[in-house]
């Protein structure tokens, strides 16, 4: 790849790429700051989008406008997977946006209407490369899986139950996979890497406050593990 995207929602998410980034040139657009420069001698813009879908997709539309090849979103979310403990990591095989409900006109939950596709795949050699990368740091610590996204933090073992029984998700957050729709609408290739802050249970709240830092500081360990190989 000639020019890497890298967007993370929240400070804590890109904190570590303002601390590494060797940078040539800063951008706003649409109220995002773009920031342009070297990471492992690799050429890379990163932002931060704020928290969503809409300010994802806007955000990965700028960075696609300035000719990225790749989109990477590193930051946290909640786990959906009983078997994944905070910190852990997740790789996305694709995501699913799981508050598109139009059930009432027999659409399925998720089902995005008169669209080819609503499960987009994320780009198999990233896949590929963010496993290894996951493999050499946290082995054992991660999964592959169906991201979901929406504009709700997850907070109960209700919703928990219904996104793993009726969607299947591995881990819920609110931005991947707009960033994969707007991904798939432009050709490009993603992958989302998300480290899990909280359960997405009642204590979710509280979890997501005392492990946040240290998750996404895990989820940027596998970004720049990432860029040494691609
Ligand atoms: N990001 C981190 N934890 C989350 C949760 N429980 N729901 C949605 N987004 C999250």
Redo the contacts with the bound molecule.
Sequence with gaps: YQKIGIIGAMVEEIELLHKHVEVSGVMTKAGITFTEGTLHGKHVIFCKSGVGKVNAAVCTQGLIDQGVDCVLFT????ALDPELEVGDIVVSTSSVQHDMDVRPLGFPLGVIPFQEISEFPADPLLVDVAVQAAESHFAGRYRKGKILS?D????SREAVRTLREELQGT????EGAALAQVCFMNDIPYVVI?S?????DGG?PES?ETF?VQAANNSYLIIETMLKKL
């Design positions: 930051g946290v979310a909640g929406g709700q933090f997850i907070a881990c819920a957050e609110m998300r899990m802050s909280d359960k997405a979710a997501f946040t």
